[in-house]
């Protein structure tokens, strides 16, 4: 049995299955995925679980809740900020999280990449919304999802209203007809892409020396270099 299966069987979900380009998205993040992930994605599409966890999706209506939106490199910079000017403690280094979720109340889940090359063995770890406390999950997405909605596990930043109503998943508005891709960022002219991976690296990301830059990448370097 594996933990999508549990959660399956514990919060059935809707009846299409998304069709997802893994291989562009992947591109796009210039890093590979969790298998759980990319099958909970394909299962479940964009939506939130009891009305209250929103996974960042590929075809999320929204660029906010999207995976290759601007919200992971935009709260990485966050972390970096807060963690190099002692704001709020971040027990990882914020290199090494991306987000992947929000509740409600504004928490952030992130996955902790290490090691980057092997995703399937990433945890998940969430921060308080307006605090400094952290919960870190020694398990997968699909696995910490599980243990939440089955009551088996206690996010302290977490209502404990949160299985009051029951176990379920809502699907966003628009992803049923939803033909989204990965975020782009928006075309103004051309760029030098080695001046951008020269500007990446300096910044603390990690690009091969071929291939396509991660859009959310692109879209920052655009911000510290204006046009």
Not at 170 to 186: K, M
């Amino acid at each position: 049995m594996t933990s999508l299966h549990d959660l399956k069987h514990l919060c059935p979900p809707p009846g299409t299955h998304q069709a997802i380009d893994w291989q562009t998205v992947e591109t796009t993040l210039g890093m590979r995925l969790p298998t759980d992930y990319k099958q909970l994605a394909s299962t479940y599409g964009p939506g939130a679980f009891c009305d209250f966890l929103h996974i960042y999706h590929p075809h999320s209506p929204t660029p906010w809740a999207n995976l290759t939106g601007p919200m992971p490199t935009t709260l990485r910079e966050q972390l970096r900020n807060d963690h190099d000017h002692g704001t709020y403690p971040v027990p990882h280094d914020p290199q090494h999280l991306f987000a992947i979720g929000v509740t409600d109340n504004g928490e952030h889940l992130f996955w902790i990449t290490e090691p980057l090359t092997h995703p399937d063995h990433w945890r998940i770890t969430v921060r308080e919304a307006r605090g400094p406390r952290w919960y870190t999950h020694d398990g997968n997405l699909t696995c910490f999802l599980t243990d939440i909605l089955s009551g088996r596990t206690n996010v302290p930043q977490f209502p404990d209203s949160l299985l009051e109503h029951g176990v379920t998943f809502t699907p966003s508005l628009q992803h049923a007809t939803s033909t989204a891709t990965p975020a782009q960022p928006t075309a103004r002219g051309s760029i030098d892409t080695q001046a951008v991976r020269e500007w990446a690296r300096a910044n603390g990301y990690q690009l091969p020396d071929r291939g396509r830059i991660p859009a959310p990448i692109i879209t920052e370097w655009r911000k510290a270099n204006p046009q």
